[in-house]
């Protein structure tokens, strides 16, 4: 079984300061995880992703994400938040281990960046 | 420019008028799927498809179905359309790895309200 959890359902910032946005997941194999945002009456864009390797994964307008296999851990960072970087943020897990082709959704993280 | 299409944008119906949404990508993928999406629920996901002819369901597929009889088409059937299936939908699609899909491209997204 898989599983993905985002523990807020909101998180605020203000621009210039660093963000974080949590994702644990549980897989009874090895996971591939993904961050995906949502803009306002739009549809998912992909952010990144780790499938093996470096555990630290740079993707798109500056995002990163690390990896932390002892903590299940996938938390989206910034080093420094832009207003327009307010949007919906979900975490995504596979176990491909057990062969699943069903990626597992969490709740979604609202950002709000403060100006 | 590479993109994922879904038609129509918003449809309002009637509870048992049968319906069809159509999604149609551009990128040459061979897994493409179908997810609703509801607030505090996240992203569920109804049905995928591996390649042409080849369809399995997801996490919620009652009261859904699908087709795969082109490669960049995946249409979405409500046969007997219920309230509880207004949802907001969206269609995605994705190359395939060795083991199974990988990042996703979601189209627009599909309002769907049924009175």
């Known amino acids: 079984a898989q599983s993905v959890a985002q523990p807020e359902d909101q998180v605020n910032v203000a621009e210039g300061n660093p963000l974080t946005v949590k994702c644990t997941y549980s897989?009874?194999?090895?996971?591939?995880l993904f961050w995906y945002v949502q803009y306002p009456n739009r549809g998912l864009q992909f952010l990144l992703k780790?499938?093996?390797?470096?555990?630290l994964v740079k993707g798109s307008y500056g995002f990163e994400a690390e990896f932390n296999k002892s903590q299940t851990s996938f938390h989206l960072k910034k080093p420094s938040a832009l207003v327009s970087d307010s949007a919906l943020y979900f975490c995504?897990?596979?176990?491909?281990?057990?062969?699943?082709?069903?990626?597992?959704f969490g709740r979604g993280t609202s950002l709000i960046v403060h100006p | 420019e590479a993109q994922v299409t879904q038609n129509p944008r918003y449809l309002i119906t009637v509870t048992g008028k049968k319906l069809t949404v159509t999604c149609s990508q551009n990128?040459?993928?061979?897994?493409m799927s179908w997810y609703r999406q509801d607030p505090g629920l996240g992203l569920r996901q109804i049905y995928y498809?591996?390649?042409?002819?080849?369809?399995d369901k997801g996490d919620v597929p009652e009261g859904y179905k699908v087709s795969r009889k082109e490669k960049r088409n995946f249409p979405l059937i409500l046969e007997s359309p219920s309230p509880n299936q207004t949802s907001l939908y969206f269609c995605?699609?994705?190359?395939?790895?060795?083991?199974?899909?990988?990042?996703?491209?979601f189209g627009p997204g599909t309002r769907l309200t049924v009175t």
């Open positions: 897989v009874s194999g090895n996971p591939y």
């Open positions: 995605a699609s994705s190359l395939r790895s060795a083991s199974g899909p990988i990042e996703q491209y």
């Open positions: 990128m040459n993928h061979e897994y």
């Open positions: 995504a897990v596979r176990d491909i281990t057990g062969g699943s082709y069903i990626p597992t």
């Open positions: 498809s591996m390649n042409v002819e080849v369809t």
């Open positions: 780790y499938i093996t390797g470096d555990n």
